[in-house]
């Protein structure tokens, strides 16, 4: 159940980041604000594999300054590093404690559960941050909701 829950979850979070990226390659000019936050999205979602991985996350950069070709390249091995890796776990594997030192070398132990969940929420908010530049550069954002994706 857990398994299908995150797969699922998983294939909207790609969905959602290939929006951005496309919204992004349209546009005129660079936005280079939305384009870091777009690179710190896929770059969180690379350390936390890492981490899910068990092993240590310290040198994947969390602010990369990538191009959108680079964004698109990292957001394809994100996509398939995290199909492979929740292919791979069984149901109890979700509740296992996994232990990990953040970006300041402070030491923590959470769930897989909690981290898949909160690799999911992290990018939905910074995409809303990338919505908010857009619009405010006078352009329009792409459509990321949830239900927006279960419609399509």
């Known amino acids: ?25 349209r546009q005129a000019e660079d936005n280079e604000r939305a384009r870091q936050w777009l690179c710190h999205v896929l770059a969180a979602e690379q350390v936390w594999l890492t981490r899910l991985r068990g092993e240590d996350s310290s040198a994947v950069p969390v602010w990369p300054d990538l191009s959108l070709d680079e964004c698109a390249g990292l957001l394809a091995q994100n996509r398939g590093a995290y199909q492979q890796f929740l292919h791979k776990l069984t149901e109890a594997d979700f509740d296992r404690a996994v232990s990990y030192k ?24 910074h995409r809303g941050h990338i919505a908010t530049l857009l619009r405010a550069a006078g352009q329009e954002p792409v459509n990321t909701d949830f239900i927006t994706f279960t419609r399509e």
Do not use: Q
Request: net charge positive; proline share 0%; hydrophobic share 40%.
């Open 1 to 25: 159940m857990a398994k299908e829950h995150f797969l699922r979850l998983y294939e909207y979070v790609n969905w959602a980041n290939r929006r951005v990226l496309d919204v992004l390659r």
């Open 102 to 125: 953040n970006t300041k070398g402070v030491s923590f132990s959470t769930s897989i559960r909690d981290i898949l969940t909160h690799v999911a929420n992290h990018g939905t908010y």
